[in-house]
């Protein structure tokens, strides 16, 4: 019963480097997300594919890339990782239809030195 | 970027309190969520609201649609140590949207 599977949990990386952060769901879900929460705010939206083969930038793209690679997996992209991107990265699918309410991941954390 | 105003920040209570807090934007939603996120793991849905003045109960906990479609309210009764966490509403501006716009969430604190 996995849900929706995040990889790594954690991980620190160096300014500048890059990093692709995984996320794969096994619920069949048409649409998935990927969103990053900093202390004291709510979660904002990066990226999100409503279905295989789009993707839609959402509140924060700056400095972001995502691959919807298929149908199960959303990988989000730090091509060149900074400070500020320092966070904890979410990723959530969703099913088709009215009332479908999205299901999260248990998350990335990611620090930036 | 957009976020709602959730209030409180941050709760401290006794072991038995009933708990309450709410969330207000300046945007009409036509459906709002509350999300319940414990340490280390990602939020978990609680409760769906998709009418204006809609309550709705899920063993303790109480939420209602705000008549505006600008607030909702969550309440917690006879709260007990496993309520701890932080808790989110979050609102979509129309059904089966892909965006979700979220509030700054509520800390929770029971004691016993």
């Known amino acids: 019963n996995a849900g929706v599977t995040q990889t790594p949990k954690f991980q620190v990386l160096k300014t500048g480097q890059s990093m692709t952060l995984q996320c794969a769901q096994d619920?069949?879900?048409?649409?998935m997300y990927w969103y990053r929460q900093d202390p004291g705010m709510g979660l904002r939206l990066i990226y999100y594919?409503?279905?295989?083969?789009?993707?839609d930038k959402g509140e924060v793209p700056n400095g972001y890339n995502v691959s919807r690679l298929n149908k199960r997996e959303f990988s989000l992209r730090l091509e060149s990782a900074a400070p500020s991107q320092t966070s904890v990265y979410f990723c959530?699918?969703?099913?088709?239809?009215?009332?479908?309410?999205?299901?999260f991941g248990d998350g990335t954390r990611l620090s930036i030195l | 970027g957009q976020q709602l105003n959730q209030s409180p920040q941050s709760m401290f209570i006794q072991e038995g309190e009933d708990v309450s807090m709410n969330c207000t934007s300046s945007?009409?939603?036509?459906?709002w969520l509350w999300y319940k996120q414990d340490p280390g793991e990602g939020p978990v849905l609680l409760i769906a609201?998709?009418?204006?003045?809609e309550l709705t109960s899920n063993g303790r906990l109480t939420a209602q649609f705000g008549i505006t479609r600008k607030d909702s309210f969550l309440n917690i009764s006879a709260s007990i140590p496993s309520d701890v966490g932080i808790y989110f509403c979050?609102?979509?501006?129309?059904?089966?949207?892909?965006?979700?716009?979220f509030g700054t969430g509520t800390r929770l604190q029971v004691f016993p």
């Open positions: 594919s409503a279905s295989e083969g789009t993707t």
């Open positions: 979050a609102g979509q501006y129309r059904y089966n949207t892909d965006k979700l716009i």
């Open positions: 945007s009409i939603f036509n459906t």
């Open positions: 619920m069949n879900h048409n649409s």
């Open positions: 609201l998709y009418k204006a003045g």
């Open positions: 959530a699918s969703k099913t088709g239809g009215e009332f479908q309410p999205q299901h």
